[in-house]
């Protein structure tokens, strides 16, 4: 696949479109089996296991365990399996998860697109970029220790057989559902920031891509700069949707790289920004092929050893979801 034919930009505009769609698809099964769980319709719908990607914080209560007891979550288990997926992007192809397949990182980046045509879009002093990230590492902090640290093994084995847990995807669906004023008001303000700095919620609020990008700065993956030939147009530092500044550093090793090699795409220069692995040149879709790839692997291993569909009975789930959501 030559970049002259297809570009970084392109590539990663229809990878984001099809998990865009395929989100779009798992929630309206979701919400077709949660139809039938309240006993609102008569027809059996298995509720998609690609939900419980939505479901992080059940997920690295389930990962704990695991690396512990070596027991899987069998209740979430598709959770756990992406869970481990998208850390394992992470640490092979930066924050390709981020880049590629998050929807509310595709929904982002239009927004900030827009943000772009309508002349917006404001740079960040450096200071002021560090001072907002910090939110999203306390936040990570905070699950973390709660989690990780505090809790024990018994009180999450606890948590995951809670009814709650095994609705908790239902929860999620019905809070989108039905939003409370506060909720739209949020959303309206990240929307708002977004139009004047590049992706706000993904670069300073985000804990799920702190912790990707904290995993990415082992990654043998990088974007490198050739300074001898480099024109410093400053392009690639407007492009980059994590507004790095490319222009200045020869290895792009920051914990915000998402992978997406917009930089690459836009540099006038032939092969002034390359994509390396393992210090060796690779084409720019290297990145999105090993992301999808990655993906696959888990998918198909967790489906091969019987990891990827909840062993909860249809009758458990229907109980469970009377016991909750019919008081």
């Given amino acids: 696949m030559s970049q002259k034919i297809v570009t970084p930009h392109a590539l990663r505009r229809v990878i984001q479109c099809l998990f865009l769609f395929f989100c779009l698809f798992i929630g309206y099964r979701l919400f077709q089996h949660f ?28 990962a704990k365990r695991f690396i512990l007891t070596n027991k899987w979550d069998m209740v979430h288990p598709a959770g756990l399996t992406l869970f481990f ?45 560090h001072i907002l990230s910090v939110p999203k590492y306390l936040i990570l902090g905070g699950f973390v220790y709660f989690i990780v640290i505090k809790m024990s093994t018994r009180q999450i084995e606890s948590f995951l057989t809670l009814p709650y847990n095994y609705v908790a995807d239902s929860k999620m669906l019905t809070f989108f559902l039905a939003p ?89 220069v032939n092969k002034c920004l390359t994509v390396r692995t393992f210090n060796k040149k690779v084409p720019f879709v290297t990145i999105a092929i090993g992301c999808l790839g990655t993906l696959m692997v888990f998918y198909s291993t967790a489906v091969l050893t019987g990891h990827w569909y909840s062993e909860t009975t249809p009758e458990l789930i229907r109980k469970f979801h009377m016991l909750i959501f019919n008081k």
């Fill in 35 to 62: 139809l039938w769980a309240i006993g609102q319709s008569s027809e059996f719908v298995p509720k998609p296991p690609s939900v419980e990607a939505f479901l992080p914080i059940s997920a690295l209560m389930a």
């Fill in 180 to 268: 409370s004023g506060t909720t739209l008001l949020i959303i309206a303000v990240l929307a708002a920031l977004s139009l004047f700095i590049r992706n706000f919620w993904c670069r300073f609020l985000c804990p799920y891509g702190a912790l990707l990008g904290l995993c990415s700065t082992f990654s043998p993956t990088a974007i490198t700069r050739n300074t001898e030939i480099c024109v410093s147009c400053g392009k690639c530092r407007k492009i980059c949707p994590s507004a790095i500044h490319v222009d200045e550093r020869s290895v792009i090793h920051s914990p915000e790289c998402i992978g997406c090699a917009e930089c690459v795409g836009v540099c006038p």
């Fill in 85 to 129: 997926a998208f850390i394992w992007m992470a640490l092979l192809f930066r924050k390709s998860f981020c880049g590629y397949i998050c929807p509310v990182g595709f929904v982002s980046n239009l927004v900030e697109q827009l943000g772009r045509k309508l002349k917006l879009q404001k740079e960040l002093p450096t200071k002021v970029e």
